[in-house]
């Protein structure tokens, strides 16, 4: 725990066997309550991996999708009582090391969200990033401040903490269950007036890392382009299914599909 609050660390993975284990033993314990992988349907053994690892883990029975994945992370991570939630890919692209120091800029009430930047510090491109990423990712993230009205430097990045009352009270069963979850998010995050803080955090670049390629990045960026147009318009009044504030939050009773519980 961080200053009495539950910290969890939640793990959307798919085909992550040959990166978990080196993710996982970054992860400082002392800090981390329970640790959560959902895996997403995998072609590989993440889920054994995971059990020998001794994490908590459960299983699609098909593949729902990235954004998919994460609302059944969230909705265990409620069941367990978390306080504070970090989401962490066990690609081993962001560094777990970060994890006491974003959970703690949440625990003593100083931001809803934090997210961990790559774009600070200029660390992308020296971590391996594809040029056209990185340009990509400078001209949607400029594009969303303009519209959106914020200064963050990155809305693309996949390490990210969250406090209880935005799982709870954020309609996240309306977002996307591809890549545009993310996106989605943090836009519904700065709509309701929660606060995102920022931490600079270097990122790895390599093949066994996970990355959408470049037509998906394409769609993607089409989608960020629409989530920053309607986020401005629901601003100015009109009706966004969206960003419509009686929308469906996660159902955290849902039955979960557990391959494997942590002992002890």
Excluded: W
Excluded at 9 to 22: F, G, Q
Excluded at 101 to 121: H, K, T
Excluded at 194 to 202: L, R, V, W
Excluded at 222 to 239: C, D, E, F, I, T
């Amino acid at each position: 725990m961080i200053n009495n609050k539950k910290v969890v660390v939640i793990m959307p993975a798919y085909n992550a066997e040959k990166t978990l284990e080196k993710t996982y033993n970054e992860i400082y314990q002392n800090f981390v309550d329970e640790i959560i992988l959902v895996d997403d349907f995998s072609k590989d053994d993440t889920k054994d991996v995971a059990k020998k690892l001794n994490i908590t883990t459960i299983v699609h029975e098909k593949n729902t999708g990235y954004g998919g994945n994460q609302k059944t992370c969230y909705r265990a991570a409620l069941k367990a009582n978390a306080d504070i939630v970090i989401m962490l890919h066990p690609d081993y692209q962001y560094t777990p090391k970060l994890i006491p120091a974003m959970a703690s800029m949440m625990a003593f009430e100083e931001y809803d969200a934090v997210i961990g930047s790559r774009m600070l510090g200029n660390s992308a491109l020296k971590g391996g990033m594809p040029l056209y990423k990185y340009i990509s990712n400078r001209f949607l993230t400029y594009f969303q401040n303009f519209v959106i009205g914020e200064k963050l430097s990155e809305y693309h990045t996949g390490f990210r903490g969250f406090t209880k009352k935005i799982l709870e009270n954020l309609p996240l069963e309306d977002c996307s269950d591809d890549f545009i979850f993310d996106n989605q998010m943090l836009a519904l995050i700065l709509y309701n007036g929660y606060k995102i803080g920022e931490i600079s955090c270097p990122t790895k670049y390599f093949p066994e890392a996970s990355s959408i390629n470049f037509m998906r990045s394409c769609k993607y960026g089409l989608q960020v382009l629409l989530v920053s147009l309607k986020y401005r318009m629901a601003r100015l009044g009109l009706p966004i299914k969206l960003f419509n504030r009686s929308g469906q939050s996660l159902d955290s009773s849902l039955e979960l599909n557990y391959y494997y519980k942590r002992l002890g």
